[in-house]
């Protein structure tokens, strides 16, 4: 059989990579694009043609380790031997993954106490040095680009130019698995590097003829969080989903120039939405995302809401994060409805109402 190809060697031709560029890869890119069942005739719109983007089926479970791949190879063909990262959790777990790999020395710095329980964890096993700040995300990062002044230590975070190339072949594969763009991509916003990205990605297929049209980016911060939306940064953002919690997006203007061009718009979603959202997709359709990627299917609900979808309209949404990352949320969400009985077949048969 075939040696399945590395996302950097299939796409090596849209890629900044050489021959010279060492690989490093743990299996990245090839999610699957799974079509809703349930959702398009629960929203009132059942000949939507609704596709999720599995981006938790990544190796470290999230969309990140599309750019890290890229941008772990980049640093190590440029002699690097340390990498840094702020990180709401997801680039951290994703940079320690692919620095150990590459025998790289890998710091990331975390907003304490505000970053999920599996992207710790995952941080913890991967071999990185971890730094809690008592601040916020926005604050750690000013830190990291500090430090990374003063010493020679690559930035991976998605100020690292070759994150983001990284990530703009997901739009690639949608358009090879659909064979076109789809007309509406919803997709979570924090630091606004993926909305960013998808929208090369998709400027990519257009340009080199792999699809007619490109579709329209709508991208969803959180109300607590929401800067872009508000035009200004917000010095405490404050949501339930931790991975999209940042006042100060990075790439405020490549992801208002995103929505802009292609027709859409950077909006927010209440956490009370983001929840409504991701009990809603684990129920109806099997997938358990983290309530940062919810944020893309609240946004589709409201956009559906606002008659803002027409009937036959093909819609993705980025499903950025695996849920076991955050199984504090789940347990939350649920937890009073489970019951402890003592081992009878009495007490079992009343407790599942038989
Ligand atoms: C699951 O890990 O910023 O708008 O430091 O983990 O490209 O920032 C994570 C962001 C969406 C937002 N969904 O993407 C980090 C970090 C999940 C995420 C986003 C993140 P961007």
């Not at 796409?11 to 050489?18: G, M, N, Q």
Request: hydrophobic share 40%; aromatic share 6%.
């Amino acid at each position: 059989m075939p040696e399945k190809l590395t996302l950097i060697e299939k796409y090596r031709e849209h890629l900044p990579v050489t021959d010279k560029t060492p690989i490093v890869s743990l299996g990245e890119g090839g999610t699957p694009l799974v079509p809703a069942e349930h959702l398009p005739a629960l929203l009132g719109v059942p000949k939507m043609r609704l596709f999720f983007k599995l981006e938790g089926l990544n190796p470290t479970g999230s969309f990140k380790d599309r750019g890290m791949t890229l941008a772990i190879s980049k640093a190590t063909e440029a002699g690097s031997r340390a990498v840094i990262c702020a990180s709401t959790g997801n680039t951290s777990a994703s940079a320690a993954a692919f620095a150990g790999k590459a025998g790289l020395k890998c710091y990331v710095i975390l907003p304490a106490g505000k970053v999920a329980l599996g992207k710790v964890a995952q941080a913890i096993l991967y071999g990185a040095k971890i730094v809690q700040v008592n601040g916020n995300f926005d604050q750690a990062l000013q830190l990291v680009r500090e430090v990374a002044e003063e010493y020679a230590i690559t930035i991976v975070n998605s100020i690292n130019p070759y994150r983001l190339e990284g990530q703009k072949t997901a739009a690639i594969e949608i358009v090879e698995k659909l064979g076109r763009a789809p007309d509406f991509v919803f997709i979570p916003v924090g630091n606004a590097g993926n909305i960013s990205a998808y929208w090369r990605g998709f400027k990519l297929c257009q340009d080199s003829g792999m699809c007619q049209h490109r579709p329209r980016m709508f991208g969803f911060e959180a109300e607590g969080a929401a800067a872009i939306v508000k035009g200004a940064p917000i010095s405490n953002p404050e949501t339930i989903a931790t991975a999209i919690r940042i006042g100060n997006p990075a790439s405020w203007q490549e992801a208002v120039k995103a929505a802009h061009e292609s027709n859409g718009q950077i909006d927010s979603v209440s956490d009370k939405e983001i929840l409504y959202a991701y009990q809603l997709v684990a129920h109806q359709e099997g997938i358990f995302c983290e309530p940062s990627s919810a944020a893309a299917i609240a946004g589709l609900i409201k956009k559906v809401k606002a008659g803002l979808i027409p009937e036959q309209a093909f819609v993705t949404c980025v499903l950025t994060g695996n849920g076991l990352k955050d199984p504090d949320t789940a347990i939350k969400v649920g937890e009073k409805e489970i019951a402890t009985i003592e081992p009878t077949l009495t007490k079992l048969k009343e407790a599942i109402e038989l």
